[in-house]
């Protein structure tokens, strides 16, 4: 049965490493993704919040440009194209819409559509859409998403999402891990809203 699959893009689809190169550049740092443990990247590296945010405003169609592709992501998602309904959902700012899709289109990433809704409360359009399950890298969207539309959701692990999780947000290491986990939900009788475990 054909399903909506609600799918986050940076982080998620992009390879979660894709902002350290911009950082280091701009603040003159040379982190790692491990020192990322938190989402905010003011509540973990000593860096004005307001300097981060318009040095992120002025360079975001840069790094949504340069951002390399998730290792795995490219084959499991074309895939699902063929299946399913591919909803990508993201917090970028509309102002970077031309430039997503010519990323999309050069990275050869099939979409049914794709939603930049400028902020990370994904809950009203995940349930705007009736996606059946959603892909994310945001601890705390994850749960939200989860927990107010009762829907699985497969949340990509990076050291700054390791806070505990409910049942039905599933974490998973790469694509796929995520695309046996998905196998599975899809041939357990997706109505019965069974959760297999990895």
Same mark, same amino acid.
């Given at each position: 049965?054909?399903?909506? %699959?609600?799918?986050d893009i940076d982080g998620t689809v992009t390879c979660p490493t894709s902002l350290i190169p911009h950082i280091n550049n701009a603040f003159q740092l040379n982190i790692t993704l491990d020192d990322l443990t938190e989402y @905010?990247?003011?509540?973990?590296?000593?860096?004005?919040?307001?300097?981060?945010? @318009?040095w992120y405003i002025k360079t975001e169609a840069d790094i949504c440009a340069q951002s390399p592709? #998730?290792?795995? =992501?490219? $084959?499991?998602?074309?895939? /699902?194209?063929?299946?399913?309904e591919l909803y990508f959902i993201s917090a970028r700012r509309h102002q970077v819409m031309d430039v997503t899709? &010519? /990323?999309?289109?050069?990275?050869?990433?099939? %979409?049914?559509?794709?939603?930049?809704?400028? $902020?990370?409360?994904?809950? $009203?359009? #995940?349930?705007k859409y009736h996606v059946d399950l959603f892909f994310e890298?945001?601890?705390? *969207? =994850?749960?939200?998403? &989860?927990? @107010?539309?009762?829907?699985?959701v497969?949340? %990509?692990d990076t050291p700054y999402n390791r806070k505990p999780v409910p049942e039905k947000v599933i974490r998973v290491q790469n694509w796929l891990e995520a695309k *046996? /986990?998905?196998?599975? /939900?899809?041939?357990? *009788? *997706?109505? $019965?809203n069974i959760?297999? &475990?990895?």
């Open positions: 049965m054909k399903k909506r %699959f609600g799918i @905010e990247l003011t509540d973990c590296l000593p860096l004005p919040k307001e300097a981060v945010y @318009e592709l #998730a290792d795995g =992501a490219k $084959s499991v998602l074309t895939d /699902w194209f063929q299946e399913h899709k &010519s /990323w999309f289109l050069e990275k050869e990433i099939d %979409f049914h559509h794709i939603e930049l809704i400028g $902020s990370h409360d994904k809950v $009203s359009t #995940a349930k890298d945001k601890h705390d *969207n =994850a749960v939200a998403i &989860s927990e @107010e539309l009762d829907i699985p497969i949340l %990509f *046996n /986990w998905v196998d599975q /939900w899809l041939a357990l *009788n *997706n109505e $019965s959760i297999p &475990s990895l």
